[in-house]
């Protein structure tokens, strides 16, 4: 089994719907997301696949979101954009991703960090 692990940012704000505290208050976030993909062919030359596909992709993912009121995109319209919701949003979005390539590859885990020392883990 092999496992890749690319890496990625957005700055986004939100506020949590039914939260009593500070974090109800409409509030930003520089989001970093790690993602892990994992399979086990490796293609003609070597690779589960290209560095700068994967990234391409997270890019993508996170594009929806960088500079937004996360509240304000879908599904989070209707969902808190907590760290527990967008790490399986982001992992859904990528396997999407993934599966329009023709590669056997999954998603491994995807973990969402709102700060130096809080971060969610999604595990498919």
């Not at 505290?21 to 790690?34: A, D, S």
Request: proline share 2%; hydrophobic share 40%.
């Amino acid at each position: 089994m092999y496992i890749l692990t690319i890496e990625d940012s957005f700055a986004a704000a939100h506020q949590l719907r039914g939260y009593r505290g500070k974090c109800e208050n409409i509030h930003g976030h520089n989001w970093r997301v790690v993602l892990e993909v994992q399979g086990t062919e490796l293609n003609e030359i070597g690779l589960l696949i290209d560095f700068h596909e994967l990234k391409a992709m997270l890019k993508k993912i996170l594009g929806a979101l960088d500079h937004k009121n996360i509240n304000d995109v879908e599904p989070f319209t209707g969902i808190n954009p907590s760290s527990e919701n967008l790490s399986k949003y982001v992992a859904e979005k990528a396997a999407e991703e993934l599966a329009g390539t023709n590669k056997k590859i999954t998603v491994k885990s995807v973990t969402v960090w709102e700060s130096d020392t809080s971060r969610c883990t999604f595990i498919p």
